[in-house]
Structure formats: structure tokens, C-alpha cells
């Protein structure tokens, strides 16, 4: 293996991604590929802590799988597989579990969070979530770890649990850090620009999908909360309007500056619209491309295979490692 870092990542899969998530991270890891040695794993084994329409959990890691790839992310260069693929995740989850205290699992926010609001269905994968997400780290010997804000409680507690065994065991696990890209536009809701766009969201105009159609996107650009004062410029008085802003510099690859001027003289209506078709005309070639992947499912399950191939491969280490360590027979 090369000396090069790894960088890991795992990727819920719950529905489409969205506008947000292609410009704030998605759109940027292809570029990782030349960098460092990049692992995709599409976590549906974290998934079912909630319940699931089996139909409905394949369909949406695939779709997840698929996306993957159609934004750019190539198979060759970088290991995309599913979770469940490889049996090491849980494996190495059940060592980790008897090293994390239920003190700490009890500190983490995410669970306190979503037990308040699935009150009929706290059930212990919810609890020890963290500890599969661990094991999803340091089965790679991960150096870097994109996450979002919402995950750095669980990469901080990772850290320990890796920390607090090669205590006990030698240098076992590396310990693995933030990664922090040094791009990525912070994407905000459409009706709501005080926050991040999301998919939890209630509205449904708040957010754009990657798989919305040319014509729900420019209806969800032209229903999008602005101010009332007609001037298109970054401000911070100015949520709304900088988010769109913000949005059409990234999908045109132009400058803020160079986009406030396009617009100086414009009016909200027909400045909404090119945002709209701006962003209508970025996603096209990404929807074709997933669409073409998920019209042949046994190549991408082919794909998937020969991803888990790899990632098994590099687990099927540090697993063996960490069993005679502790002294399995
Ligand atoms: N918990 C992460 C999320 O909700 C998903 C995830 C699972 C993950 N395992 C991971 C992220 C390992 C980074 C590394 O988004």
C-alpha cells in the first residue's frame, strides 16, 4: 500500500441527497481521489436503527450507490461499497462496544435527540451507533474523517475508543482527525436561509434534490424567501438573497463578485429564474448519469461487489490483528 492517507467516509442512506450536500461535500471528492486513498461505504447497517420497508432500504442504498458514482466518484480510483458487505464492520463493532462506557454513549447528543423523538422505538442499535460508526473508522486505519458539525461528538468519542485500546493493546488503531475540506459552500434552505438546507425539513420547497426535475427546481427557486429591498448582493442582512447568491456562483463556477454584478440591475423575479435553470442545467447531466446506472442493477451490484472485495480485504487486517490481541482462539 502506498503511504498516501486515507480518508473515509460513510454515507446514510435515506432518500436522495440533496443541492446541499452536492455543493457543501459531494461535488469536491472526486478530486480527493488523487490525493489520498478515499473509502465510500454506504452505512445500511446504521440504517435499520429506525424501521425500514425492506423494498424500500435496498432501493434506497442503491440509489445512494448510484449517486456515488454519477457525481463523479470512480470505482476504479476510489472503494465504494455497502456497510453490510463486509462483516468486520460488526465484528469489530462488538470488541469496541465492550470499550465504550454507557456513560459516554448516554453523553451523546444524536442519541438523546433522537430517543426524544422516537420514543417507541429506542432500541439499542439507536444506543450503540457510535460504536459501529468506530468500527467503520478504524477497520481502514482512516487518517481523515469528512464530517459534518452533527457528527463531531461521535468522531471525538471514536477517538477515545481507539485511544483507550491501543492503551491496552499496543498501536492497533490510528487515530483519525476531522477532515476539513478547504472548499465547500455552506448551501441554506430555500424558505428557510437562517439554516442549513436539509431534508428533515418539513417544507418540501425548502430544499432541492438531486433528482428534481427542471421544472420543480425553477418552481422551488421562484418560490424562495428573498427580502424586500430589490438589490442582489451578499449581505448578511440579506439571508435569502446571498444564499441564491451563493448557489449560482457555485453551479456557474463564478465569483460572487462576478455574479453580484450580472445581477446589479436585475429584478428578484428574473434573477430567481436563472438561478433556477442554472441549477436545473448543473444537475442534468448528473440525473442522466444516475439514471443510466440504475437501468442496470447488475452492474452496480457488480460494482458494489468488487468494492467490498476491497474493502474487505484491508478490514479482514486490522480485524485479525485486534482478534489475537485479545486473544480469540
Ligand atoms: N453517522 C454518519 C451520519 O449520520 C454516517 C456514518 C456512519 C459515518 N459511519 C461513518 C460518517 C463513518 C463518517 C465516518 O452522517
Redesign the pocket.
Known amino acids: 500500500m502506498s503511504e498516501r492517507k486515507i480518508i473515509?467516509?460513510?454515507?446514510?442512506p435515506t432518500g436522495i441527497p440533496t443541492l446541499g450536500s452536492l455543493l457543501g461535500a459531494m461535488s469536491h471528492w472526486e478530486k480527493l481521489s488523487s490525493d489520498y486513498n478515499c473509502l465510500y461505504?454506504v452505512?445500511d447497517m446504521?440504517a435499520i436503527t429506525i424501521r425500514l420497508d425492506p423494498a424500500v432500504l435496498r432501493d434506497n442504498g442503491r440509489n445512494m450507490f448510484a449517486w456515488l458514482i454519477a457525481l463523479g466518484l470512480d470505482p476504479e480510483k476510489n472503494i465504494l461499497y455497502f456497510q453490510s458487505n463486509v462483516p468486520a464492520h460488526a465484528e469489530l463493532s462488538w470488541v469496541l462496544n465492550c470499550y465504550t462506557y454507557a456513560g459516554e454513549l448516554n453523553r451523546m447528543t444524536q442519541f438523546k435527540d433522537k430517543s426524544a423523538k422516537n420514543t417507541d422505538n429506542i432500541n439499542a442499535g439507536l444506543y450503540t451507533?457510535p460504536v459501529?460508526?468506530a468500527a467503520?473508522?478504524l477497520l481502514y486505519q482512516a487518517n481523515l474523517?469528512p464530517?459534518?458539525e452533527?457528527?463531531r461528538q461521535?468522531l471525538e468519542l471514536c477517538r477515545d475508543i481507539a485511544e483507550r485500546f491501543n492503551k491496552v493493546y499496543g498501536d492497533v488503531f490510528t487515530i483519525p482527525d476531522a477532515f476539513i475540506p478547504p472548499y465547500g459552500a455552506r448551501i441554506m434552505g430555500l424558505q428557510n436561509p437562517q439554516n442549513k438546507m436539509s431534508k428533515s425539513d418539513d417544507n418540501a420547497n425548502d430544499c432541492i434534490y438531486l433528482s428534481d426535475s427542471p421544472d420543480e427546481i425553477i418552481k422551488k427557486f421562484k418560490r424562495a424567501v428573498t427580502d424586500s429591498d430589490n438589490q442582489i448582493k451578499m449581505s448578511e442582512e440579506k439571508p435569502g438573497i446571498s444564499n441564491l447568491l451563493t448557489i449560482y456562483a457555485c453551479v456557474t463556477g463564478k465569483t460572487l463578485a462576478e455574479a453580484e454584478a450580472e445581477f446589479a440591475d436585475a429584478g428578484y423575479g428574473h434573477f430567481k429564474q436563472s438561478v433556477g435553470e442554472a441549477v436545473a442545467q448543473t444537475l442534468a447531466p448528473y440525473q442522466k448519469e444516475h439514471a443510466r446506472l440504475m437501468s442496470d442493477i447488475a452492474n452496480l451490484d457488480a460494482i458494489a461487489a468488487k468494492g467490498a472485495a476491497k474493502a474487505n480485504e484491508m478490514a479482514a487486517k486490522t480485524l485479525l490483528k485486534v482478534k489475537e490481541l485479545i486473544g480469540f482462539n
Do not use: E, N
Not at 473515509?8 to 446514510?12: A, H
Open positions: 473515509f467516509s460513510g454515507i446514510k461505504c452505512v446504521h451507533y459501529l460508526m467503520d473508522i474523517v464530517v459534518g452533527d457528527q461521535h
